[in-house]
Structures are given as structure tokens and as C-alpha cells.
């Protein structure tokens, strides 16, 4: 039997996560199987994940009507449905935690997208939802909008380990970037232990694709289909060379030498959009240590069946950069496509938590 390439990947020294989580996965051992036979050692969740897995899953029903009948609201019905999916989530990975020295293992849990724009009202969701799930294994999550990143650094300060999503842009990046260095910073000023801090920047990749390509069809200029479906793997590269020069640069030196852990990049969004690109596309091209990648289970399966690992997140860097600066030759603002794409992203994530917001106001179904 050949080697399954997701063990391949752990073995070149990139971390893969599932970007999915339900009572179906807890119950009927599907992630306890990723975990033993792919190698799976991190989950991450969102509003949108948790509304297709309550609205899809009879594993809720029980818990919905009880929640119910004790007359609670529908943010404290949902928080106690995905509390306790989070907590045994947290446990089927806790020993991956423990033997990894507390470097992986993580599960992470969003705070309400309502509020990515009020950074007190995320510093104190962020708290609370940390305390009402009490496993270290958890990361918070929250958007790398203006308010998100400083309730980042905020979080960070207080010693919370955060998975800070919705980045679109190397600017947002390495705003999140510096957000960490100055709240690690802050940490260990107030006499916090340096191993307490862990943290991951979630840059997402096929919405990017998707969103440059209209734009270069838009343009209607010969020559810029060469840019199509290149601009998330070039984006990504570029990000992780940054992550290189700031994390193993002066910057991060004093931390380093405490014992802080630098933050790692994580590529979100990695199931294509775009058929034409291949599914695995943005699992191939950025293999390589320093990195995780968190997958979708069509796009988890689909490596499994048939991706190819090598190491090669560190190649062609040169080349990503080409792209980009080409884009920007062509008047597309990355920084301005990552803004609203973030603008969008929020949003999305905010309907579907207005959606699982209402049908837990709805009547249970006789």
C-alpha cells in the first residue's frame, strides 16, 4: 500500500488541520480517524461551519429541544451546542497537544462575527468563551479587521491563544504580524510565562483567485490570463517570506530568546474555487515546515487520493512577488481586494450566524 501523502506532509513538517466540525464527526468517529490514519492535528470551526452542522445533523435535536424548554436565547442555545463540540474536540486532540510540547493540537472557536468592529466587546466574548470552554488547547478566533487586530494584541497581552482569521493581503498580514510582536511583548513585562503563548494568522487563498480573476477579466488585456489563479499561491509565498524576516529576524529576537513561539501561518480557504485549477492546488504548492494548512474534507479527501508532496513552500519566491507586482502593474490593489474581500467575509459569516440566530428561535419541528 502506498504512503498516504497527508502523512507525507506531517513528515516534511507542515501541520494539516480540518476545517470543519460537527456532532456527526464526534459521534460517529470521523475525526477521531483523521486524526489516527491522516495525521489530522488541529480543527478549526466558523458561524458558516456551525450552521451547516446544526441545521445537518440529528445529533442536535435532543440538545436543541432541552435548550430550548429552559426558556435560554439563541445565542446562549448556540453557544451551549457549540461549547460542547468544542470541549470534545479540544479532548480527541489533547494528546497530540501534550506530546507536541502544546506547538499543535488546537482546536479553534470564533467569537460572534457581530462584533468585528468593537474591539472591547471581542476582548470580553473572547474571555468569556475561553473560560466557558476551559481546555488549553483552544484558540480563539478573531477577524484581522481594524478593531479584530487590536483586540488581538489585547488578548495576546492577557496570555489567550488566538487564531486571528480573514486576511486577505500582506498588508493585513503583517499588521497581525506586529500585533502579536507588541502583545507578546506586553506579556512578558507583566510576568507572563513565555510557553503560554501560541498563536496563528489565517491567510486565505481561493478567495483571493476568485475575486483577482474578475478583475483581470474585467481588463480584457492580452496577457493577463498568465495572472489567473497564481495571485492566492503568490500571495501566500510572499506572506510566509515576511513570517521568515520577522520571526526569524531582529524583530523577534528578544522573544525568540525568552521562549516565545512565533505565530505561525496557517492557509485557509484552500479548496478551490475554480475547477480548472485542480483541487489540490493550494495543498502542492505550499508544502514546506513553519506552515499549517487547514482543509475541507472534499479537498483533505481529494490530497489523500491523488496530491503529490514535496517541499516547496520556500520556492519560487521570487517568482510570487514577480506576480504580484505585475497585478499592481495592471491597477489591481491587492491590499485594496483584501479589504473587501474582508469586508465580504464578515458579512458571510454574519448571515450565517443570523441564520443559526433564527432557527433556534423557531419552534422545535413536531
Same mark, same amino acid.
Given at each position: 500500500?502506498?504512503?498516504?501523502?497527508?502523512?507525507?506532509?506531517?513528515?516534511?513538517?507542515?501541520?494539516?488541520?480540518?476545517?470543519?466540525?460537527?456532532?456527526?464527526?464526534?459521534?460517529?468517529?470521523?475525526?477521531?480517524?483523521?486524526?489516527?490514519?491522516?495525521?489530522?492535528?488541529?480543527?478549526?470551526?466558523?458561524?458558516?461551519?456551525?450552521?451547516?452542522?446544526?441545521?445537518?445533523?440529528? $445529533?442536535?435535536?435532543?440538545?436543541?429541544?432541552?435548550?430550548?424548554?429552559?426558556?435560554?436565547?439563541? =445565542?446562549?442555545? $448556540?453557544?451551549?451546542?457549540?461549547?460542547?463540540?468544542?470541549?470534545?474536540?479540544?479532548?480527541?486532540?489533547?494528546?497530540?497537544?501534550?506530546?507536541?510540547? /502544546?506547538?499543535?493540537? $488546537?482546536?479553534?472557536? =470564533?467569537?460572534?462575527?457581530?462584533?468585528?468592529?468593537?474591539?472591547?466587546?471581542?476582548?470580553?466574548?473572547?474571555?468569556?468563551?475561553?473560560?466557558?470552554?476551559?481546555?488549553?488547547?483552544?484558540?480563539?478566533?478573531?477577524?484581522?479587521?481594524?478593531?479584530?487586530?487590536?483586540?488581538?494584541?489585547?488578548?495576546?497581552?492577557? /496570555?489567550?491563544?488566538?487564531?486571528?482569521?480573514?486576511?486577505?493581503?500582506?498588508?493585513?498580514?503583517?499588521?497581525?504580524?506586529?500585533?502579536?510582536?507588541?502583545?507578546?511583548?506586553?506579556?512578558?513585562?507583566?510576568? /507572563?510565562?513565555? =510557553?503560554?503563548?501560541?498563536?496563528?494568522?489565517?491567510?486565505?487563498?481561493?478567495?483571493?483567485?476568485?475575486?483577482?480573476?474578475?478583475?483581470?477579466?474585467?481588463?480584457?488585456?492580452?496577457?493577463?490570463?498568465?495572472?489567473?489563479?497564481?495571485?492566492?499561491?503568490?500571495?501566500?509565498?510572499?506572506?510566509?517570506?515576511?513570517?521568515?524576516?520577522?520571526?526569524?529576524?531582529?524583530?523577534?529576537?528578544?522573544?525568540?530568546?525568552?521562549?516565545?513561539?512565533?505565530?505561525?501561518?496557517?492557509?485557509?480557504?484552500?479548496?478551490?474555487?475554480?475547477?480548472?485549477?485542480?483541487?489540490?492546488? $493550494?495543498?502542492?504548492?505550499?508544502?514546506?515546515?513553519?506552515?499549517?494548512?487547514?482543509?475541507?474534507?472534499?479537498?483533505?479527501?481529494?490530497?489523500?487520493?491523488?496530491?503529490?508532496?514535496?517541499?516547496?513552500?520556500?520556492?519560487?519566491?521570487?517568482?510570487?512577488?514577480?506576480?504580484?507586482?505585475?497585478?499592481?502593474?495592471?491597477?489591481?490593489?491587492?491590499?485594496?481586494? /483584501?479589504?473587501?474581500?474582508?469586508?465580504?467575509?464578515?458579512?458571510?459569516?454574519? =448571515?450565517?450566524?443570523?441564520?443559526?440566530?433564527?432557527?433556534?428561535?423557531?419552534?422545535?419541528?413536531?
Amino acid at each position: 500500500m502506498s504512503e498516504n501523502p497527508l502523512l507525507a506532509l506531517k513528515a516534511l513538517g507542515q501541520h494539516i488541520w480540518l476545517d470543519n466540525l460537527s456532532r456527526t464527526l464526534l459521534r460517529e468517529g470521523g475525526l477521531q480517524r483523521l486524526i489516527e490514519e491522516d495525521g489530522i492535528d488541529g480543527v478549526t470551526s466558523n458561524p458558516a461551519i456551525f450552521e451547516k452542522a446544526i441545521t445537518g445533523s440529528r $445529533y442536535y435535536r435532543d440538545d436543541l429541544e432541552r435548550l430550548r424548554g429552559a426558556g435560554l436565547s439563541a =445565542e446562549a442555545c $448556540y453557544e451551549s451546542l457549540i461549547i460542547a463540540d468544542i470541549q470534545a474536540a479540544c479532548a480527541l486532540l489533547q494528546p497530540v497537544y501534550i506530546d507536541s510540547g /502544546g506547538e499543535t493540537g $488546537y482546536v479553534s472557536l =470564533e467569537v460572534s462575527p457581530e462584533l468585528a468592529h468593537d474591539t472591547a466587546a471581542t476582548v470580553a466574548a473572547a474571555h468569556r468563551l475561553r473560560q466557558a470552554v476551559g481546555c488549553a488547547n483552544l484558540l480563539i478566533k478573531v477577524p484581522s479587521t481594524l478593531a479584530g487586530i487590536g483586540a488581538f494584541e489585547q488578548l495576546t497581552a492577557a /496570555g489567550l491563544r488566538v487564531n486571528v482569521t480573514l486576511i486577505f493581503s500582506l498588508v493585513q498580514y503583517e499588521a497581525v504580524a506586529r500585533a502579536y510582536l507588541r502583545g507578546a511583548q506586553a506579556w512578558l513585562a507583566g510576568g /507572563g510565562h513565555p =510557553e503560554q503563548l501560541r498563536s496563528v494568522a489565517s491567510i486565505f487563498l481561493s478567495r483571493v483567485d476568485a475575486a483577482v480573476d474578475q478583475r483581470l477579466d474585467a481588463l480584457g488585456t492580452i496577457g493577463v490570463n498568465r495572472l489567473k489563479g497564481r495571485v492566492g499561491v503568490a500571495l501566500a509565498k510572499t506572506c510566509h517570506q515576511r513570517y521568515r524576516e520577522i520571526f526569524h529576524g531582529p524583530d523577534f529576537a528578544a522573544l525568540e530568546a525568552a521562549g516565545v513561539r512565533p505565530q505561525t501561518p496557517l492557509w485557509a480557504s484552500t479548496g478551490s474555487k475554480n475547477p480548472a485549477y485542480g483541487d489540490v492546488l $493550494y495543498v502542492e504548492a505550499l508544502i514546506g515546515q513553519e506552515s499549517i494548512n487547514t482543509l475541507p474534507d472534499a479537498t483533505l479527501a481529494a490530497f489523500r487520493d491523488h496530491g503529490q508532496a514535496a517541499d516547496c513552500l520556500r520556492a519560487d519566491v521570487e517568482e510570487a512577488q514577480t506576480h504580484l507586482a505585475d497585478l499592481a502593474a495592471l491597477s489591481i490593489d491587492l491590499a485594496e481586494v /483584501g479589504e473587501s474581500l474582508q469586508v465580504d467575509g464578515v458579512r458571510l459569516f454574519a =448571515e450565517a450566524y443570523k441564520k443559526i440566530m433564527a432557527s433556534l428561535q423557531a419552534p422545535p419541528k413536531g
